[in-house]
């Protein structure tokens, strides 16, 4: 028997608790920001009416403000958008136990087997859903129904704000597949990069590659993409009470062709620092320290591990850390044939929080600007299937094309 997957989407949350104490500010463009004094504050969240002026999330206050003179600005309330979250999935447990947060505005829940309890229509439920969060909770909501959970979150990508879409066994080829191949779940920047060379830009494209060529040019990131696009997806929905034993997060590849320039070596790293820091960000983990793995053309494994002085998600700092083990393992021209970088030491956000704040106090607000810049990177890779930041991944160029 299929699962029956929902995928629960709040639109616009930031903006959308905010304008709840705001009912004038409803039907005006508003924007929830960091620091409007400085040249380098960045846009959180944005309402419909500043969308249609074309106001991205993760770009410049001045851009955003360039483009809509007349855009209001908020200040960001985290500690309220964590209470209305919790608010959030509380209703959203009265319909199942097996709740699955996915940030702090989506959650995933599987109704396999108490959907018969209301009504047994998956799609109704999921417009019950966001009949009662407009008016218990003044928010709107996009839900996605599939038979699994990647599925679920791109119909609850497909059409915004406050829609439903069932992606189903019937249906699932016909809505899929044309979509960029961004649209899935953890296909980032730097792998989008990676798949555009060998022009897969579609997840049909995606779907139709050679399993095993994947494997060679990403790893088991590539394996678990293919899974995806072919809708083979099984993972689990977990209750957020389920504890999870998870020691570590890491990504490996072997690369198509050796890599013997510190560019080349660069590019690997940051595709997948750049994957293992968005892995962290979803399941609310930090890294405490950091090990990589380089394997020569002879497969010999060399390892190296260091502690970081604060816990982090951060893109940027897992890459310098993975460099910084990666310039002690090897020193060009000498081959690289495969890389790994794994998190370890790993905490939970309010542990590592307390860890920032005694370790890197003067650090603090550039640290919460990078926070704040990879979160809203997030949620662009999320709803819209590309990203605002990447890092330059370069690639060796291949010798022969190992994709069909």
């Known amino acids: 028997m299929d699962r029956i997957i929902l995928h629960c989407d709040l639109n616009s949350f930031y903006a959308s608790v905010e304008l709840r104490s705001r009912p004038d500010l409803q039907n005006v463009p508003v924007a929830v920001c960091g620091d409007p004094t400085s040249r380098h504050g960045i846009i ?14 993760a770009e410049t206050i001045w851009q955003a403000k360039k483009k809509c003179p007349e855009l209001v600005l908020l200040p960001p309330h985290h500690k309220l958008y964590r209470q209305v979250s919790k608010e959030v999935n509380t209703i ?12 702090i505005d989506e959650s995933w829940l599987d109704v396999t087997h108490t959907l018969h309890l209301f009504g047994g229509d998956a799609k109704a439920l999921a417009d019950h859903l966001r ?3 407009k008016q218990e909770m003044g928010l709107t909501l996009s839900v996605g129904v599939s038979f699994n959970k990647v599925f679920a979150k791109l119909g609850s990508d497909y059409r915004k704000p406050d829609a ?25 920047g730097a792998a989008r990069k990676i798949l555009a ?19 060679t040019l990403m790893g088991k990131m590539g394996v678990q ?19 999870e034993m998870v020691k ?6 072997t690369f198509p062709k050796n890599l013997t320039t510190a560019e080349q070596v660069r590019g690997g790293v940051a595709v997948l620092a750049d994957s293992v820091a968005t892995r962290l960000r979803h399941s609310g983990l930090y890294a405490g ?27 940027r700092e897992l890459t310098a850390a993975a460099m910084d083990l990666t310039g002690q393992l090897w020193k060009p021209p000498a081959p690289v044939r495969a890389l790994t970088v794994t998190a370890i030491h790993l905490v939970r956000s309010e542990d590592a929080y307390e860890q920032v704040d005694l370790f890197t106090a003067g650090a603090a607000p550039k640290k919460e600007k990078q926070e704040q810049l990879e979160a809203a990177m997030d949620r662009l890779r999320g709803k819209f299937g590309t990203d605002v930041i990447s890092y330059g991944a370069a690639r060796p160029e291949k010798e022969e094309d190992p994709l069909p």
Not at 44 to 57: D, H, S, W, Y
Not at 92 to 103: A, H, N, R, W
Not at 164 to 178: A, H, I, K
Not at 225 to 243: I, K, M
């Open 248 to 253: 570590s997060v890491g990504n490996g590849t």
């Open 44 to 57: 959180l969240a944005k309402n419909e009416p500043a969308k249609k002026f074309g106001v991205q999330t």
């Open 289 to 315: 320290g950091v090990q990589v793995t380089v394997r020569d053309p002879q497969f010999h494994d060399r390892s190296r591990q260091m502690q970081l002085s604060a816990p982090t998600h951060l893109i």
């Open 164 to 188: 439903t879409t069932v992606v189903s066994r019937e249906n699932w080829q016909r809505l899929v597949w044309p979509l960029p191949v961004g649209a899935l779940l953890y296909v980032g």
């Open 225 to 243: 993409l293919h899974d995806y696009a072919n809708g083979l997806d099984t993972d689990p929905v977990r209750s957020r009470y389920e504890p």
């Open 197 to 215: 060379q060998f022009g897969v830009k579609t997840i049909g494209e995606l779907a139709a590659c050679k399993r095993d060529a994947l494997e």
């Open 131 to 133: 009949q009662r969060m």
């Open 92 to 103: 959203y447990e009265q319909y199942t136990d097996l709740v699955e947060p996915f940030g």
